[in-house]
Every structure is written in C-alpha cells, then in structure tokens.
C-alpha cells in the first residue's frame, strides 16, 4: 500500500512539473512570437507608395497666411512632445504639451469663413482636449493614449490649411491601442516609435507625406 501511494505521489509531481513547464514554454513562445512580429515591422518599407493618401482633408489652402503660420507653430510643438514621448519622458512631455495647448489657442479662426471655420474649430478642439489630458497627466501610459487623437487632429489642420514648413511623414504602428493601430506625424522619415519608445522604437511604416 505504502509503494503504491509513493508512486501515485511520484506520479503527480511528474504531471505539475510538466504542466508547468509545458505553460512556461507556451508563454515563452508568445512573447518570442509577439516580439518577432514587432522586429518584423522595423525591417518593412519605410516609404510609402507614390501618391498614397490615408487622410482625406477639404483644401483650405488658400486661407490666410496667419492662419497657416500659427497652424505649423503648433506643428512645431506637437513635433517636440511627440520626441519626448519616444524619449519616455512623461515629465517633459507634461511640458509640451502644455505648449500645445498654448499655440493651439493662439491660432485665429476669425478671419476664416463658413465650412473653414467649421473645420479648425472642429480639429483645435480635438487638438486642444488631447493636450490638455496629456498636460496633466504624470504617466505614459495616459499621455500615449492620447497621442492619437491629437496626431489626427494635427495632421488634418496641417494638411488641409497647407502649413507644412517641412516635408512631414505621417506614420503608423499596427501593434500600438491595444492592436488596433495607430498613427502619428513626424519630420523624420526614419521610424521612431512614440507609442512605445525605446521598448519597439523601429515598430511602424510611413503612411503618408505632406511635402
């Protein structure tokens, strides 16, 4: 009876440890995998095919130049957070962002008319909501979550009015809001990561160029 019990306990050991190990090894396999599948982003096409648009934008490129000057300061400053979110600096990204906020309140919609005004009213609230979040949080975690809202914004206004000083890349991680993707504007071609900075910093593709 006692050699018995003895082999059933044996035996049940043998079975937890290799249940265990079995879970280990499938874990293991999972995180391999999930970063196999980020390495592989980093090594895809950089440019993004002649012509190609993302965003579709009215053009309001004839607006007045004021309008344009301030829309591409905010450019400006939303450039400088989104380096600082790549740099996973929550405290000067605070910072930033508070910058943001201020030039997208600089920006004067009262010489635009009808559909115009509509439209930069619509985006700087967009633009100004997502910074003032991103202003008063103290994590990363908070600030990414908004950065897409804000990218969006930014780009629309920067496309439609024409306030592009530089060529600008719109870019686009597939892995970043939980899967679902998402995007970002840069002044550099070459893939840095805001959504998870150094963790994947080459994870993403160009989408779009405004020149």
Known sequence: MLKKTFVTAAMATFLFTSCTEAKQDTTATAETENMERHEGMAHGE????????????????????????????????????????????????????????????????????GEQKT???????????????????????????QLELLSEATFALTKAFGAANETLYYQ??????????????????????????EKMLKCGSNEEVLN
Not at 54 to 72: F, G, L, M
Not at 87 to 108: G, I, L, M, R
Not at 172 to 187: F, I, R, V
């Open 119 to 145: 439209f930069a009213e619509e985006k700087l609230s967009e633009v100004r909501q997502a910074a003032s979040t991103m202003a008063g949080a103290t994590d990363l975690e908070t600030q990414r979550a």
């Open 46 to 113: 950089t440019t993004p095919a002649s012509g190609k648009v993302v965003v579709e934008t009215p053009d309001y490129t004839s607006a007045a130049s004021p309008v344009k000057e301030q829309v591409a300061t905010l450019v400006n400053n939303y450039l400088k957070l989104k380096d600082k979110l790549v740099a996973s600096s929550a405290q000067q990204a605070q910072a930033d962002a508070k910058a943001v906020v201020a030039a997208a309140e600089k920006v004067d919609v009262t010489a635009l008319q």
């Open 172 to 197: 686009h991680c597939p892995m970043a809001n939980n899967d679902q993707g998402a995007y970002w504007l840069s002044s550099n071609e070459e893939i840095r990561n805001p959504y998870f900075g």
